[in-house]
C-alpha cells in the first residue's frame, strides 16, 4: 500500500482536477482517481466540444450570410458533419492532454481505476464496470493502477450524468443524450428536443443552424427556465424566427420508434396531444448526481434528491469525507465545481473562507443569440421582498453592436431600489457570455449602481450597454 | 397665521444640537426679539430670538430634549387671538420666524450640500481610523445609521462586507446602539472597549451617580479618541527662562494707559507672550504652520493659535486668528473677551473651530509639565507648565532664574522630529528674548 495522501479526489472533471491542483499548491500530497477521461464530461461531452461544434454552426451562419457583410462567396457553402465533429473531438482532445499535464506539473497523482470509500480515509480502486462513451481519449501515461490506497480528506467530485424518464430512456440510436449528439455519424433531418434547458437549447441552435427541423419541447411554460421570463421571451421570439419550433407547457409522453425514425407523443397542460415524427430525439431533462458504487451508503452519508448534502464548504454528515461539484447539488456547472472544490480544499488547510454565494454564479447558454445571467431574475427579486429598479438597454442602441451586425438582444439589470445592491444581470445577444463577468465582478465586490455609473467602459463595445442598462434602471440611460 | 419655530443651525456643519430649555411657555406673550428658548450644541449655547410677536401657541419639542434634528418644528407663535388648530405641519415650507441672536439661521439649501459630504465621509469611521469596506457595505451601514469602524470585517483582507454589515445590525456582537425612543440617534458609543454593562458591573449598584453625557463631553470625547488613535504623536520639551520676559511683561503692564473706567487698558499674563511667541515662531518655522490631510499638506499663510479655555464640564478652545499680526494687548484682550464668553457657552463656532495650532497652559494649576493631545485639524500643540524659580547652572556656577517648561506634541504625519525641535528653539528663543517677539 502506499502512503498515505492528505487529500484523494475522486474525480478528474472540472471540480476534480482544479481541486487537486489547489491542493497541491496548498502543499497537500495530493491524488486524483480517474475511471475514464481526465476533465470529465466538461472537457470531453459538455462545456467545450459543444462550443467547437457552436463555432462551426457559427462560421456557417456567417459564410450563408456573407451577402449582409457586403461579401460574396462564390458558389454554394456546405459542410460535412464528420469534419466538423472531428474538429470538436480535436480540441477536447487537445484540452483533455492538457489536464494530464497540469495535474503532472502539480505533482498530483493519477490513480486510474473507479473509486470506492471502504471507510474514511480509506479508498479501494477497481476496475470501472461504466463502459467508457467511444470515442476515448487515451489513458494518460503515468498513471497509478488500481489497489488500496489511504487519505486523510476525501474529496467526492463525481459529477452528474444525463437523466432518463422512464419509457424515453436513450438508447444511443433513435434517442440521443448530449453523448450521442455531439458526434452524429450524419445529419439528421429533423430533430426532437426535449428540455429546453442550456444543453437542450444548444443542441436545437446548433442543429437549425445547420439546417435540421428542430422541435423544442418544453415541460415549464417559458423555455430557458432558471432565466429571466423576459429574456426568454426574446430568446423564443428569435428561436421562432430561425425555424425553431417550440412548445412550452407540454411533456412527451411516449414515444414510439421505426428503424430510423421516432415519434412523441407531446400533451400539452390542457391535455390535448399531438405527435411528432423526426429522425431523431434528444433527451436534455436535467442532469443527476453519479452518487453510486462509492460507498454512501455503508458510510451513512447523507444524500438528498441525488446529490450528496455539505454545508457550503464540501463537508459531508461524515467527518473527512467532503463532496464538490455537480455531485453535491446544483447549479450543476462546471464553474461552479471548480470553485467549490478550491473553497473545499482552502478551507481544510484552515484558510478563511466562505461559503459560495450561489447568487453569484454566472450562467452561460451559448445559442444564437447567447443568453448570459447572474443573480435574480425580476420575478425572483419580486418574490424575495425586495423593492427593484430595473434597467433594460437594447443592443438596437448601440454603435458596437450595429457594426456588428447583431442589433438584436437586450441587457437587463436588476438592482435593489433601497440599498443600490446589484441584485441580478440578464443579459441576450451577440457575445454577452463574455460580457456578463463584468457584473459577476461588480456583485462580487458589492458594487452598488453608483461604482457602476462612474466607471467608464471602452467605446466601442458591447459592454457599453452594460453602463446604459444600470444608468437606464436610474432613469439616466443616454442613448435610448 | 401662526409661525412655525424651527430647530435653528448655529454652523454650516451643525445636524443637530440639544433643546436645552424654554424661557417662554406656552400662552405666553413673544415680542419680537424676546429670548425663546436656549439651543446647545457640542460647545455653545445659543439663544433663539422670536423676529415676530404673538403667542407661544405650542411647544412640539419640549427643553431638555437632546439630538433634535436642524429644521425641526420645535414650536409655534401664533397671532394673539388666533385659532392654534391651524398649525402648521411640520414639514411645511413655511419660513422660520426665528433667529439665534448668536449666529445666522443657515437655510435649509445651505446645509444641504454639507451634509452630503458628511455622507461621502461616512465610510471614514467615527474614530478617524481607515475602514476598508464594500460600497454596498458602506451604504447599508449609513442607511442603518452604523458605524463601520466598529463591525470586524470577514471579507478579502478583513474588509467589511454586505454580510457583516446585515450581522451586526441584526444585533450582532458589534450591533449599533439601541436608538432612544424620544430622538433616534445615530451616533455611534464612545467608548469602543467594554460595553456599558460591563463597565457598570464592576461597581457597587447605588455606589455611584450616573451623570449622562452631554454634548460637550461627547464631543471631547469623540475627538480626542480620535486624534490620539489616528495621530503619530511624539513630543519635545524645553526648558524656557523666563526672566527677561518677566521685566518685559512688568515694564509694558506698567506704562498701560488708563482707559475710562480708570483702569489700564490693558494687562499682559505670560500666556498671552506665549501665544504670540508662538505664532512669531510658526512665521519663522512656516513649514511647522501645517495641517496634515491625506492628499496634501495645507501650509497655513497665517499663525491662528487656539488657547484651550477650560470651562465647566469641560473645555474649550477658542482661536486667535492670524496672532502673528496682532500686538500683545490686543491678544491679550481677545482672549480675555474669548475666555469669558466661552466660560458662559458663547461662543460662536467660528470662534472655536479651525486652528493651526494650539495652546494648553496648566502652570496656574503648579503643573511642572505635561504632554498635550494633538487637537486636528493642527499640527502641534505647545503643552505649558508653570514658571518657578529654578536653580540653572549658567558658566559653571548655580544660579537662581525662571524657568518653564514646554513640551510640543507632534503629528509626525506633518511635522519631523528635527523641524518640531527647530519650532521649538524658535519659541524657546523668543520668550527668552522676548524683544524678538515685538518687530
Excluded at chain 1, 398 to 404: F, M, S, V
Amino acid at each position: 500500500m502506499a502512503d498515505a495522501y492528505d487529500i484523494m479526489v475522486i474525480g478528474g472533471g472540472p471540480g476534480g482536477y482544479v481541486t487537486a491542483i489547489r491542493a497541491a499548491q496548498l502543499g497537500f500530497k495530493t491524488a486524483l482517481v480517474e475511471r475514464e477521461h481526465l476533465g470529465g464530461i466538461c472537457l470531453n461531452w459538455g462545456c467545450i466540444p459543444t462550443k467547437a461544434l457552436l463555432r462551426s454552426a457559427e462560421i456557417f451562419h456567417y459564410a450563408t450570410h456573407a451577402a449582409d457583410y457586403g461579401l460574396k462567396l462564390d458558389g454554394a457553402m456546405s459542410f460535412n458533419i464528420g469534419d466538423i465533429v472531428k474538429r470538436s473531438r480535436g480540441v477536447s482532445g487537445q484540452l483533455n492532454g492538457g489536464v494530464g499535464f497540469l495535474l503532472k506539473k502539480n505533482k498530483v497523482d493519477v490513480i486510474w481505476g473507479e473509486a470506492k470509500i471502504t471507510k474514511p480515509g480509506e479508498i479501494v480502486v477497481g476496475k470501472s464496470a461504466k463502459p467508457a462513451v467511444e470515442p476515448q481519449h487515451p489513458v494518460p501515461k503515468g498513471v497509478l493502477g488500481e489497489g488500496n490506497y489511504k487519505a486523510k480528506h476525501i474529496i467526492i467530485a463525481t459529477g452528474a450524468r444525463p437523466r432518463a424518464l422512464p419509457g424515453i430512456e436513450p438508447d444511443k440510436k433513435l434517442i440521443w443524450t448530449y453523448f450521442e449528439a455531439m458526434v452524429p455519424d450524419t445529419m439528421p433531418k429533423s430533430l426532437i428536443v426535449m428540455g429546453s434547458g442550456a444543453i437542450g437549447i444548444e443542441f436545437a441552435s446548433f442543429y437549425r443552424t445547420l439546417g435540421a427541423d428542430v422541435t423544442v419541447v418544453e415541460v415549464m411554460p417559458q423555455i430557458l427556465p432558471v432565466e429571466d421570463a423576459e429574456i426568454a421571451a426574446i430568446a423564443r421570439k428569435r428561436f421562432e424566427k430561425q425555424g425553431i419550433k417550440i412548445i412550452t407547457g407540454a411533456k412527451v409522453t411516449g414515444v414510439t420508434k421505426t428503424a430510423s425514425s421516432i415519434t412523441a407523443t407531446i400533451q400539452d397542460e390542457k391535455g390535448s396531444s399531438q405527435a411528432i415524427t423526426a429522425d431523431r430525439l434528444i433527451s436534455a431533462v436535467g442532469v443527476i448526481g453519479n452518487i453510486e458504487n462509492l460507498g454512501l451508503e455503508s458510510l451513512g452519508i447523507k444524500t438528498e434528491r441525488g446529490c450528496i448534502v455539505t454545508d457550503g464548504l464540501g463537508k459531508t454528515n461524515v467527518s473527512g469525507i467532503y463532496a464538490i461539484g455537480d455531485v453535491a447539488g446544483p447549479p450543476m456547472l462546471a464553474h461552479k465545481a471548480e470553485h467549490e472544490g478550491v473553497l473545499c480544499v482552502e478551507a481544510i488547510k484552515g484558510l478563511p473562507v466562505h461559503a459560495m454565494d450561489k447568487l453569484k454564479i454566472p450562467g452561460c447558454t451559448y445559442c444564437h443569440p447567447q443568453i448570459a445571467s447572474v443573480g435574480l431574475t425580476e420575478a425572483k427579486a419580486k418574490e424575495a421582498g425586495y423593492t427593484i429598479k430595473v434597467g433594460r438597454f437594447p443592443f438596437m442602441g448601440n454603435g458596437k453592436a450595429i457594426a456588428l451586425g447583431e442589433p438584436d438582444g437586450l441587457v437587463k439589470t436588476i438592482f435593489d431600489a433601497k440599498s443600490g445592491k446589484l441584485l441580478g444581470a440578464h443579459m441576450i445577444g451577440a457575445e454577452v457570455t463574455e460580457l456578463i463577468q463584468g457584473y459577476v465582478v461588480a456583485m462580487g465586490l458589492e458594487t452598488t449602481e453608483e461604482e457602476l455609473m462612474h466607471t467608464v467602459f471602452p467605446h466601442p463595445t458591447l459592454s457599453e450597454m452594460m453602463h446604459e442598462s444600470v444608468l437606464d434602471a436610474y432613469g439616466r440611460a443616454i442613448h435610448v | 397665521m401662526p409661525f412655525n419655530v424651527l430647530m435653528p443651525a448655529l454652523s454650516p456643519t451643525m445636524e443637530k444640537g440639544n433643546l436645552a430649555k424654554w424661557l417662554k411657555k406656552e400662552g405666553d406673550k413673544v415680542n419680537s426679539g424676546d429670548i425663546l428658548a436656549e439651543i446647545e450644541t457640542d460647545k455653545a449655547t445659543m439663544e433663539v430670538e422670536a423676529v415676530d410677536e404673538g403667542v407661544l401657541a405650542k411647544i412640539i419639542i419640549p427643553g431638555g430634549t437632546q439630538d433634535v434634528a436642524v429644521n425641526t418644528l420645535i414650536g409655534v407663535i401664533a397671532a394673539d387671538g388666533e385659532d392654534v388648530g391651524a398649525l402648521s405641519s411640520p414639514s411645511s415650507a413655511a419660513p422660520s420666524v426665528t433667529k439665534t441672536a448668536a449666529a445666522p439661521a443657515v437655510s435649509s439649501a445651505e446645509v444641504t450640500p454639507v451634509s452630503s459630504t458628511q455622507s461621502a465621509v461616512m465610510p471614514q469611521g467615527h474614530s478617524g481610523t481607515k475602514v476598508f469596506a464594500s460600497p454596498l457595505a458602506k451604504r447599508l451601514a449609513k442607511d442603518g445609521g452604523l458605524d463601520l469602524s466598529l463591525v470586524k470585517g470577514t471579507g478579502p483582507h478583513g474588509r467589511i462586507v454586505e454580510r457583516d454589515v446585515k450581522a451586526a445590525l441584526a444585533g450582532g456582537p458589534l450591533s449599533k446602539p439601541a436608538a432612544s425612543s424620544t430622538a433616534p440617534t445615530t451616533l455611534p458609543p464612545l467608548t469602543v472597549g467594554m460595553a456599558d454593562a460591563t463597565i457598570k458591573q464592576l461597581f457597587e449598584p447605588g455606589s455611584y451617580e450616573e451623570v449622562p453625557h452631554d454634548s460637550m463631553r461627547k464631543t471631547i470625547a469623540r475627538r480626542l479618541l480620535e486624534a490620539k488613535q489616528t495621530i503619530p504623536h511624539f513630543y519635545l520639551s524645553s526648558d524656557v527662562e523666563l526672566d527677561a520676559l518677566l521685566v518685559a511683561r512688568e515694564e509694558i503692564n506698567s506704562s498701560a494707559p488708563k482707559g475710562a473706567d480708570g483702569k489700564p487698558v490693558y494687562k499682559l499674563s505670560v500666556n498671552d507672550f506665549v501665544i504670540k511667541a508662538l505664532a512669531v515662531a510658526l512665521m519663522r518655522v512656516p513649514e511647522a504652520n501645517v495641517t496634515w490631510t491625506d492628499r496634501a499638506m495645507l501650509k497655513h499663510k497665517h499663525a491662528d493659535i487656539g488657547v484651550a479655555v477650560s470651562i465647566p464640564g469641560g473645555l474649550i478652545t477658542p482661536v486667535i486668528r492670524k496672532a502673528e499680526t496682532k500686538s500683545l494687548s490686543q491678544i491679550s484682550n481677545e482672549m480675555k473677551d474669548l475666555a469669558a464668553r466661552a466660560r458662559a457657552r458663547k461662543l460662536k463656532p467660528d470662534e472655536y473651530q479651525g486652528g493651526t495650532t494650539a495652546v494648553s497652559n496648566l502652570g496656574m494649576f503648579g503643573v511642572k509639565s505635561f504632554s498635550a493631545i494633538v487637537n486636528p485639524p493642527h499640527a502641534t500643540i505647545l503643552a505649558v507648565g508653570a514658571g518657578e524659580q529654578r536653580p540653572v547652572v549658567k558658566n559653571g556656577a548655580l544660579q537662581i532664574a525662571h524657568v518653564m517648561t514646554v513640551t510640543f506634541s507632534t503629528d509626525h504625519r506633518a511635522v519631523d522630529g528635527a523641524l518640531g525641535a527647530e519650532l521649538l528653539a524658535a519659541f524657546k528663543a523668543l520668550i527668552e528674548n522676548p524683544v524678538g517677539m515685538l518687530v
